[in-house]
């Protein structure tokens, strides 16, 4: 078993963030505007050479990409790396990495989306959280609602362990099924989750409460994705499901026979025997809770409340394990 371990404490007066662009290209005025909101914020801010490259669907080469975000994630003079937009690409620069130096170095590494698949990575290979929250070109670039932006504020400003814990009362979620659990947080986008079963970059989740969200995959796809986590067993052994939101997942031809979402969870989740949360504002659903991924989550049944707190005790298993 490895320990989690949470990323550094930022030490600079103010912090410095870190741009960068693992994933799809970036568009200059988004990023500008998402770089003014970061210093408005009292943040300072250094922008990764080769930020607005792009190279088809990709902001840059491979092994570019990779370049600059092993500078970035090593560089001791940034206490945050924030990610521009996800995509897709995130996954193709898992080869290039060296995770040693970075599980020395602990950095605090924030996005979601195609982030997901650095952010696995991340607990996989160094037992090392991070943070899953808006990203400085698609929504802060955009213009962060205040919601979004008083769960993100204290990670940035003073890490993990100063962060105060989130409480969602359940009335606020729809409870698919009851009880009590507690575990470290793990999860992310679900199409990028499942392609990375049966890699080296695939944390064993088997303890943790998962969460799971998507945008724009129709209820086929999610009975793809589902299916592949339950014959590759990921679902066994879960402490928890807590599911966010699907926007643009539903069948758009009416006329087309096909199991909703609410039926697919009832078929793959509902029957774990453990508890299953719905509902929770996080990834592509606005207003986006940030969630300390390797934290732990807590679903109080009894108290009627979902608690997520920047503090782990958990542990992970060894990362030299592939499904």
Known sequence: ??????????????????????AGPVKAEALDAGVRWLREQGFEVWLSPGI????????????????????????????????????????????????????????????????????????ARCGLGSLHAPMAASELGAGLDESSAQSLRPFLQHGFVAAARQEIPLDDLRTRVPGNATGFIAG???????SLVGTPWFPDLRAAILFLEDYGEYPFRVDRHLCQLRNAGVLEGL?????????????????????????????????????????????????????????????????????????????????DRIR
């Open 1 to 22: 078993m490895r320990t989690l371990r949470l990323p550094r404490h930022p030490h600079g007066t103010p912090p410095r963030v870190g741009l960068v662009a693992p």
């Open 52 to 123: 607005l490259d792009v190279h088809g669907h990709l902001a840059g080469r491979d092994e570019s990409r990779a370049a600059h975000l092993q500078t970035a994630l090593c560089d001791p003079r940034l206490d945050i790396v924030m990610a521009a937009r996800g995509g897709f690409g995130c996954a193709r620069l898992l080869r290039h990495l060296d995770f040693e130096a970075i599980g020395e170095r602990a950095p605090l590494l924030v996005g979601y989306s195609d982030l997901t698949a650095l952010q696995l990575a991340l607990l």
């Open 188 to 194: 992310g986008n679900l199409s990028v989750l499942t």
């Open 239 to 319: 402490a928890g499901v807590v599911l966010g939101h699907f926007p643009e997942c539903d069948e758009p031809d009416h006329e087309k026979s096909t199991f909703s979402l609410n039926q697919l969870f009832e078929q793959y989740l509902d029957g774990l025997g453990i508890p299953v949360l719905q509902g929770l504002n996080f990834g592509h659903r606005a207003p986006r809770l940030s969630l300390p991924i390797g934290g732990t989550a807590r679903i109080d049944g009894a108290g009627g409340v979902l608690v997520l707190e920047p503090e782990t005790d958990g542990y992970l298993a060894s990362a």
